[in-house]
């Protein structure tokens, strides 16, 4: 069926239509709709009066990628009335409120027996996504800002911490080795604590260097053997306790990552599985891995004191510690760094216990086609977590 459309029908689809639209010639600008109005900040089509040179003009028009004024000659529209189609993001200024208005300009030719007749331009208000971009670039100067505070933390750490640190033991050993010491029994005993507490900072330091380090380090990508890490862990691991656990670990568990850091994530776990463990009559732990469609889950489990599900949030906090230190020693900042470690890959930790029945984390890592996107990516350092560090 044939419908005739009158103007009253083009009017209506041109209302219909969510950008804004206007059409004219060399001399005036003859349709518009609502859109285009408000945009432009007039009451009718009337305020358009005296062409697109003299619009340009009033609404100020500007390239949104410099910020100068467009020419007359060259504004998009005035160009398309030349023959050329053109799309330009824009800048105009609200006849009305004064605001900015960020402006995507497409302007087409409108030809009629070869010939042109005029311009048509559709113009979309991109000024939200603007401001959302140019929010977006402030806080990642902000957080580039919050990364040079972190290095400058990182190096008082290290330098201004650490050293007098290590003075402050060397002396304290010095002082009990020394044969003109005449200090008393007890005295010894509180000197041997001032060693043992500053080797336990130190380790603190180091440990919280390394948690810093993690967000900035380049990865370097390959297959994992997660299997061998774990052997070459316990290979290496000290047991302290007098019945040496029953350790299970699968064979070849293979993720794609970064060998150095999967292989702190194993450690970190192997490692804190054997210390909760220690005290059972028959201690139990297995390395393993379940299926899942798009990512593998690897999991730790074992059979010690577990913990309490109340208390789960603060598992994986820097200096949280579910333990108190005269039950288990330990500094707070190994399932922060294993957190961190697994977060940058791309994959996700958690945990599942019961007090007194022991502990399962599991940690998940994108296979290898998932994990393309991550190779180049920047790492990200939160404010918050870098004040969190600080303060604490």
């Known amino acids: 069926m044939k419908t005739n459309f009158t103007t009253e029908h083009l009017t209506a689809i041109l209302e219909s239509v969510h950008d804004a639209i206007y059409i004219g010639d060399k001399s005036n600008i003859n349709i518009c709709n609502q859109h285009c109005l408000d945009l432009i900040g007039a009451d009718s089509l009337d305020d ?19 910020g100068e004024k467009i020419p007359a000659e060259k504004d998009p529209f005035v160009l398309a009335l030349g023959g050329e189609k053109v799309v330009e993001e824009i800048i105009i200024k609200n006849g009305k409120t004064g605001e900015d208005k960020f402006i995507r300009c497409a302007a087409s030719p409108v030809y009629l027996n070869n010939e042109i007749m005029g311009a048509v331009a559709v113009n979309t208000d991109i000024t939200e996504a603007k401001l959302a971009e140019k929010r977006l670039k402030e806080a990642m100067q902000e957080v580039e800002n919050v990364n040079k505070e972190l290095q400058a933390f990182t190096y008082a750490v290290s330098h201004d911490l650490k050293s007098p640190l290590t003075s402050i033991y060397g002396l304290a050993a010095l002082l009990l080795k020394s044969d003109e010491s005449s200090i008393s029994d007890k005295d010894k005993y509180m000197v041997n604590l001032i060693m043992q507490s500053s080797e336990k900072l130190s380790k603190l330091i180091n440990q919280l260097l390394e948690l810093s380090k993690i967000s900035k380090i380049e990865f370097n990508y390959s297959d994992v053997n997660l299997s061998s890490i774990a052997q070459m862990v316990l290979d290496n691991q000290s047991f302290n306790q007098k019945i040496k ?22 450690q970190n776990l192997l490692s804190n599985a054997i210390k909760y463990s220690s005290k059972r009559e028959n201690p139990k732990i297995k390395f393993g891995a379940e299926k899942s469609k798009d990512k593998k889950i690897f999991y730790v489990q074992d059979n010690g004191v577990g913990f309490d599900k109340a208390y789960i949030g603060d ?63 920047e790492p990200i350092i939160l404010k918050e977590s870098v004040e969190d560090k600080i303060s604490a």
């Open 245 to 266: 656990p029953e350790i299970e670990i699968e064979e070849d568990l293979v993720a794609y990552g970064d060998e150095a850091l999967l292989h702190s994530v194993i």
């Open 315 to 377: 598992l994986f906090k820097p200096f949280k510690r579910l333990h108190h230190s005269s039950e288990f020693v330990g500094t707070g900042i190994g399932l922060s760094t294993v957190k961190r470690i697994i977060e940058r890959h791309g994959g996700k930790i958690w945990a599942d216990a019961e007090r007194g029945r022991g502990a399962t984390f599991y940690f998940s890592l994108p296979d290898r086609g998932n994990m393309a996107h991550l190779k180049n990516r």
């Open 48 to 66: 358009l009066k005296g062409g697109i040179k003299e619009l340009n003009k009033r609404l100020d028009s500007r390239y949104a990628s410099t």
